[in-house]
Nanobody, 117 residues
Framework: QVQLVESGGGLVQPGGSLRLSCAAS????????MGWYRQAPGKERELVAA???????NYADSVKGRFTISRDGAKNMVYLQMNSLKPEDTAVYYC???????????WGQGTQVTVSS
C-alpha cells in the first residue's frame, strides 16, 4: 500500500520561500516518476513539477526558475523548493506517484500554501 504524506505548507509573504516535503512508503521514489501538483480554489488541479526515475525534471511555465523538485532515495522523500513566491501560487499542493510498472497512481492528502501579505 502506497502512502504519501506532504508537509511544509503554511503562510508566507510574497517573495518568500517554502520547502514542501513528501514522505513516501510502499514505493521507492527513486524508481517512479514523482510529481507535485496544486489546486487553487475554483481551478483544476495542475502539474507543478515532476522528476523521473532517470532524474530528468519538468516544470510548469509559471514556476520555472522559481521552484525546484528533488528527491532523496535514501530517505524516500520528494521535495519542492519554492522561492520568490507569488500570491497566485496560493493553493493546496499534492504529491503524486505517477502510474508506472502496472501500478496505479497514488496521491497524498495535500498541504496548504498561502502567499499573502
Amino acid at each position: 500500500q502506497v502512502q504519501l504524506v506532504e508537509s511544509g505548507g503554511g503562510l508566507v509573504q510574497p517573495g518568500g520561500s517554502l520547502r514542501l516535503s513528501c514522505a513516501a512508503s510502499g514505493i521507492m521514489v527513486s524508481i517512479y516518476t514523482m510529481g507535485w501538483y496544486r489546486q487553487a480554489p475554483g481551478k483544476e488541479r495542475e502539474l507543478v513539477a515532476a522528476v523521473r526515475s532517470g532524474g530528468s525534471t519538468n516544470y510548469a511555465d509559471s514556476v520555472k526558475g522559481r521552484f525546484t523538485i528533488s528527491r532523496d532515495g535514501a530517505k524516500n522523500m520528494v521535495y519542492l523548493q519554492m522561492n520568490s513566491l507569488k500570491p497566485e501560487d496560493t493553493a493546496v499542493y499534492y504529491c503524486k506517484q505517477e502510474p508506472q510498472y502496472g501500478r496505479s497512481s497514488s496521491w497524498g492528502q495535500g498541504t496548504q500554501v498561502t502567499v499573502s501579505s
